[in-house]
């Protein structure tokens, strides 16, 4: 091997070392920012749960005021309502230093994968990647810059509307985040039909947790959502877990993915029906929402296409080596 075989076999070396740290590098960013994202959404989850709400001043006390029969006699009088009252104040003055923080924690968040999208961009922009990688960068984006102005053009906007934007662009922007997690990490391709389940399945998880929020919004916005939402429920568990227990999930590399999802299906459950007792605990709610959140994640990054379908930008052939000259 004379000296220019040398020079270009240390050089391509050089190139491989330089695009694995660069691949590793957007690995941990797009990790930090799919756990940041989480944060986001079980941070907005609880801000808008714990909130008070016009026709709802001590939830969820209050859901159990109006599923309770009007009591009969002098303890349904002024001192009565006194005593209401005087709770609901309480309790509005306990969860303001826990709103304050977690509101801060949000902002905080939200920020960061802000910060750490561009972050990512800049970083494929350098150097040739991964077939979706810019795509899914470039939705992130826009999605972030579309709920930071959302935030900034309605702060403290309770409207149904606002609720829905928020909500589901912070789910949406929480899915693209950990499917470019999996991209990044090479993660093996499934079968067509399963893909096309899991986005079946994740599209019924985000019409759930839309029905979810209206059917926690005040009255006004609809009766109807509660009943909407567990009859999507009677369609979406049995979906999910069809693709948890399927045979590439189940006997394959992605075998731990089925078993969380299998696992925050059992969960759904187990939560909705305590949410859906007498007092609705804010507990069992919030982690009803934050659980939803890491299914329709799951879901969203079993339904892209990987490895398989999506392999690295080809690069030029290298130049043949150069023959060996006759003694």
């Known amino acids: 091997m004379n000296d220019e075989t040398r020079a270009e076999a240390g050089a391509e070396a050089g190139a491989e070392t330089r695009a694995e740290k660069r691949t590793r590098l957007l690995r941990r960013l797009a990790l930090a920012s799919a756990l940041l994202m989480l944060a986001v959404v079980a941070a907005s989850a609880w801000l808008r749960l714990a909130s008070l709400r016009p026709a709802c001043a001590d ?23 006194d005593v209401t009252a005087a709770a609901g104040t309480s309790a509005a003055a306990r969860a ?3 709103a304050s923080v977690v509101r801060g ?25 991964r077939r979706g990688v810019r795509a899914l960068l470039a939705a992130a984006l826009v999605l972030a810059l579309a709920l930071s102005a959302l935030g900034v053009a309605t702060p403290g906007s309770r409207a149904l509307g606002v609720l829905l934007g928020n909500l589901l662009g912070g789910l949406v922007l929480l899915a693209i985040a950990w499917t470019l997690v999996r991209r990044l990490q090479d993660a093996p391709a499934l079968p067509r039909p399963l893909r096309r389940a899991a986005a079946a399945a994740a599209g019924l998880w985000l019409a759930q947790a839309a029905l979810g929020a209206v059917a926690g919004a ?5 009766t109807w959502a509660p009943i909407a939402h567990l ?11 069809a693709v948890a227990f399927a045979p590439a999930l189940r006997g394959g590399p992605r ?8 696992a925050l299906v059992a969960a759904q459950v187990v939560l909705g029906l305590v949410a859906a007792g007498g007092d609705a605990p804010l507990a069992a709610v919030w982690l009803h929402n934050a659980s939803a959140a890491c299914g329709v994640a799951l ?22 080596a150069p023959q060996a000259r006759a003694a």
């Open 105 to 129: 924690v949000h902002r905080a968040a939200a920020s960061a994968v802000l910060l750490l999208i561009i972050a990512m961009g800049v970083q494929v922009l350098r150097a040739p990647a």
């Open 59 to 81: 939830w969820p006390a209050c859901r159990v005021a109006r599923q309770a029969p009007p009591a009969l006699g002098p303890a349904a009088g002024p001192v009565g309502d």
């Open 299 to 320: 879901l969203a990054a079993l339904s892209a296409a990987t490895t398989a379908e999506s392999s690295p930008v080809p690069s030029a052939a290298p130049a043949p």
């Open 231 to 241: 009859a999507l429920a009677i369609v979406a568990v049995p979906l999910t877990l």
């Open 218 to 222: 005040p009255p006004a916005a609809g």
């Open 255 to 262: 075998r731990r993915e089925g078993l969380a999802l299998a």
């Open 96 to 98: 303001v230093p826990a």
